[in-house]
């Protein structure tokens, strides 16, 4: 059956006739492509044995079998560059399960970024995850204060603690007084004289 124009098959009611005439051409051992001038509809039905999905150049969903495993990977590849790979589900949920561990890596000199709050599961609870941060300040003298300006701000004065500590002996009395969203005051007395040097760690939202 050969044609130099469109060919249209169209099935009626329930049978349809397209299924099985594709079926018949695949079984038989051909082959068969075309461009698609309007949405494909399945009606329920699986795609399967497919080799690799792709949208132009780069963009593409892979299965296949590195050497040593004995299972396939799937690969979802963007095109890089400005692009994104993105799972998006309105307003529902987008659950990620492995039955073994689940590694989420970045290349080397990249971050993972975590954009909105993270919670955990304490009990049946979801609790929130502060962000930390932390650095070190210096001083003098057996007693006084410094001001320290937290690298990146939290949302206020009163949503972040403070934790100081002295890196050198003799032990210091300590203190840390939040005074602004980036900012906090250490104060200290009962030191050794010279320098005083103190770490300190931020946790809030």
Do not use: C, E
């Not at 932390?134 to 300006?149: F, L, M, Q």
Request: aromatic content about 8%; overall charge neutral.
């Amino acid at each position: 059956m050969n044609t130099i124009s469109p060919l249209a098959v169209q099935g009626q009611g329930n049978d349809s006739v397209v299924t099985r005439w594709l079926y018949k051409i695949a079984a038989s051992g051909g082959t068969w492509s075309g461009v698609a001038t309007t949405i494909l509809n399945m009606s329920g039905y699986d795609i399967k044995n497919v080799g690799n999905l792709s949208y132009n150049t780069g963009a593409n969903i892979i299965s296949y079998t590195p050497g040593g495993f004995s299972n396939a990977f799937l690969d979802i590849n963007g095109t890089g560059g400005d692009s994104n790979v993105r799972l998006i589900n309105g307003s529902g949920y987008i659950t990620v399960r492995a039955n073994g561990d689940l590694d989420i890596s970045a290349s080397t000199g990249s971050n993972i970024h975590m954009v909105s709050g993270v919670t955990r599961n304490l009990g049946s609870t979801p609790v929130s995850q502060p962000v930390v941060q932390y650095g070190t300040a210096t001083g003098t003298g057996v007693s006084g204060t410094v001001a320290v300006t937290i690298p990146v701000a939290y949302t206020s004065s009163s949503s972040y603690v403070v934790q100081v500590t002295m890196r050198d002996s003799p032990t210091a009395q300590l203190y840390a007084t939040p005074t602004a969203a980036n900012a906090f005051t250490i104060g200290w007395s009962s030191a050794g004289s010279g320098t005083q040097h103190i770490m300190w760690t931020s946790f809030g939202l």
